[in-house]
């Protein structure tokens, strides 16, 4: 087991946006985050790396209890990867920068080694020819390969994608979904926030559907998209497939 | 996360101030004025620290055609005395409002500077014996010619701002207006343009209007011995005083002072009538002193930009900080230098600071801490709205890759919020440098305060202010297309 977490909640103000999860990930696991929008997918991402702070539950992930207020944030975050919808490349940097960036700085690897970790990287999603090339230049799915590829330079344990494919022309999403899906088999433990339900089924080993804050299933793709156990999840699929 | 904020702004803090005290005090070392005296003697003599301020030929000037040292006819009498006495001769350069704030700290120990031994001022400094009594006169346009203090009822009176005319010319019976203005060659021109009849100044300097400006004519007023005459002054209870009025006694009686008269006061002559109102020849051999300006004016602009640049980043980073006391000082900060004039501000830091806390504050360290503290106040609000306009996923991004705050700020947000902000950057420092004309005021050498000088030394203004017009503007001009190549390389990425 990878990732506890234990009746997670999130509030803001009076409002309730998750309301008590509690679930485990197993290594290598392959999880798909689905339900409809305000259903709190996004959130319940964000937390497990901290970009949203929990109001109460806990995470635990490996040995570090995350939610704990001695907790070294900066160190855990290097362990888990995060892939935005809107990319968020640097714009002052050229792609290769943007990928040497943190495991130089933060890590302290060899600007050498980096520049050659890198390359590989580029190789594996494609983009070898564009190192030397400013964001500015690339299109969407190019932008969030590189983005994937920046993540997977500091070596991350586990993986997030907040809906990495929502913002690009849908004649993009392949070439990113196929990046993912590559991922996915190489044993990376991974949670996806997706609206893509043919790739869920196909990649995931785990679908979560979330609704109005709580995880109402946690279960393997084929039984989820041939017969839901809820009415809500069924509800969900009629009006998505 | 607080805690890593807090250490990274003090640890800024620590960087700024070193970069602050390094390059400022070494440029504040070199920048002393005046001259010293022969350095060549055998044994070790004490140094005395005259201070004068050199705008009031013969008396005193800057000698900008040559080496641009002080110098006239007060000089020749303080070098006689020293060398008499066996002190070596510091010379301070000073703006004349400051010289008897400057006896009072403590910063110098004489003051020689065509300065009358007035009742007012004899109850703050000690005085010697008078060593020379100008007379007053009249200068007036030569068609009107007037010659006595009658003449001058219903007319505009002008005088020197702080000189012992100004009290005859307040005491002027009938006159409808008395104009005090700063500089010799302003009554010049005063009187040129009709807006004041006449002026009254003391002989030497009316010579030298009258000798450099046709259609100008003067005339003495009886000579009144009872305004004390031009003394030295001194610190009250100065121990020098008993020796330099014998010394003083002693030139008087074997013709020292007349001799030195001589070399000083000029002599009437025909002014050139052809000279036209604009002529740039008067500006012949003043030009390399002049230019010498620039590099103290640019020496300037570049550490109060640097200065405002770091102040105002950390001062930035305090305004969007979650530390409410922070918060608090930076808002603080800015609404006070933000409303209060900058020359207040200048004017403060450099008196008030030797009289304060001891420290004798060079004029150059003074002026960058002014403006560099006031340009910080605007750039706070410029570089926060530069940080706000960056796209918070930015911030995200480096968080989710464990990148840690400072660095976070330093080579993710920073940059970006740079680019966002560059043209209004490009305006502060195009600001900076033709507000740094202001520094003149505190006696800094800069392009401003040289043409101040030349105008004192040539009693004309229009050529010497052309040109340094046309200095600034190029100045500016180049800045300006240095900022586009810089803007065109940080946009590369677009």
């Known amino acids: 087991m990878v990732i506890n977490v234990q009746n997670l909640t999130k509030a803001y103000g009076k409002h309730q946006v998750l309301k008590g999860i509690s679930t485990t990930v197993a290594k290598g696991e392959v999880v798909a985050i ?4 305000g259903s709190g997918k996004s959130t319940f991402l964000r937390c497990l790396n901290l970009l949203e702070v929990p109001t109460s539950g806990s995470i635990v992930i490996g040995n570090d209890e995350i939610t704990s207020p001695k907790a070294d944030i900066a160190r855990i975050r290097q362990h888990i990867g995060m892939v935005f919808q809107h990319f968020h490349l640097f714009p002052h940097m050229t792609v290769l920068q943007n990928i040497t960036f943190a495991p130089t700085t933060v890590k302290g690897v060899s600007l050498e080694q980096a520049n050659k970790k890198a390359m590989e990287l580029l190789e594996k999603v494609g983009l070898k020819d564009k190192a030397n090339v400013y964001p500015s230049k690339l299109s969407g799915g190019q932008k969030q390969r590189v983005a994937i590829a920046r993540s997977l330079a500091m070596e991350p344990d586990i993986m997030l994608f907040d809906e990495p494919t929502s913002a690009l022309d849908p004649e993009m999403v392949k070439e990113v979904l196929n990046v993912i899906k590559d991922l996915a088999q190489s044993g990376m433990t991974m949670l996806i926030v997706t609206h893509e339900m043919k790739f869920a089924r196909e990649a995931a080993d785990t679908i979560y559907f979330l609704d109005q804050g709580q995880l109402i299933e ?7 998209f041939s017969k839901p156990s809820s009415e809500r999840a069924a509800r969900f699929l009629e009006q998505v497939l | 996360m607080n805690k890593h904020r807090l250490l990274y702004v003090s640890m800024l803090t620590l960087v700024l101030l070193m970069a602050l005290f390094g390059p400022v005090g070494s440029i504040a070392a070199q920048e002393v004025t005046g001259q010293a005296a022969e350095q060549t003697s055998e044994q070790p003599k004490k140094t005395l620290i005259m201070g004068t301020s050199p705008d009031y030929p013969p008396y005193e000037s800057v000698d900008a055609k040559n080496s641009g040292e002080i110098i006239g006819l007060d000089i020749d009498i303080a070098n006689y005395i020293l060398g008499e006495l066996g002190y070596e001769l510091k010379i301070q350069s000073m703006d004349f409002s400051g010289l008897i704030a400057a006896l009072q700290s403590g910063r110098v120990d004489f003051v020689m500077s065509g300065m009358s031994a007035t009742e007012e001022r004899k109850q703050s400094v000690d005085f010697s014996e008078p060593y020379y009594f100008a007379r007053n006169t009249i200068v007036s346009k030569a068609e009107f010619g007037y010659e006595t203090l009658e003449d001058l009822k219903g007319k505009v009176v002008g005088a020197q701002l702080g000189s012992i005319q100004e009290a005859v010319a307040n005491e002027v019976e009938g006159a409808t207006e008395v104009r005090k203005l700063n500089k010799i060659a302003d009554l010049i021109q005063e009187i040129n343009s009709n807006r004041i009849d006449a002026a009254i100044v003391e002989d030497a300097v009316a010579i030298e209007m009258t000798n450099t400006s046709a259609g100008l004519a003067m005339n003495f007023l009886p000579a009144d011995e009872a305004d004390g005459g031009y003394a030295i002054a001194f610190p009250k209870n100065s121990p020098y005083v008993a020796e330099f009025n014998q010394v003083i006694a002693q030139m008087e009686e074997n013709g020292k002072l007349d001799e030195l008269m001589q070399k000083w006061f000029p002599e009437a002559k025909e002014a050139d009538a052809s000279r036209g109102i604009i002529d ?26 640097l200065l405002g640049l770091i102040l105002g980043s950390i001062l930035s980073l305090f305004k969007i900080s979650s530390i409410k006391p922070l918060k608090w000082f930076a808002t603080a900060y800015t609404s006070v230098f933000r409303g209060t004039p900058l020359l207040v501000q200048l004017t403060l830091i450099y008196y008030a600071t030797p009289q304060l806390t001891g420290y004798d ?3 150059l360290l003074a002026a960058g801490l002014a403006f560099g503290l006031n340009s910080a106040a605007y750039l706070s609000e410029t570089i926060r709205a530069g940080i706000m306009a960056v796209d918070k996923g930015q911030q995200e991004a480096a968080m989710a890759l464990g990148i840690p705050y400072s660095k976070m700020m330093v080579s993710i947000i920073f940059p970006q919020a740079l680019r966002n902000i560059l043209p209004a950057l490009v305006n502060e420092v195009v600001a900076l440098i033709k507000e740094s004309s202001l520094v003149s005021v505190i006696g800094v050498a800069d392009l401003m305060r040289r043409a101040d000088v030349v105008r004192a030394d040539t009693f004309r203004s229009f050529e010497v202010l052309l040109l340094v017009a046309a200095i600034y503007y190029v100045l500016v001009l180049i800045l300006t297309s240095l900022a586009r190549a810089l803007e065109r390389r940080l946009r590369r990425g677009d």
Do not use: D, H, M, W
């Not at chain 2, 008067?282 to 020496?299: A, D, H, W």
């Open chain 1, 218 to 224: 946690a279960t393997p793709p084929q039984q989820f």
């Open chain 2, 280 to 305: 740039f020849s008067v500006l012949e051999g003043y030009v390399p002193y002049i230019l010498k300006g620039i590099g103290v004016t640019l020496l300037f602009t570049l550490v109060s930009a």
């Open chain 2, 361 to 363: 504050i060079p004029a």
């Open chain 1, 34 to 37: 689905i339900g409809p929008s």
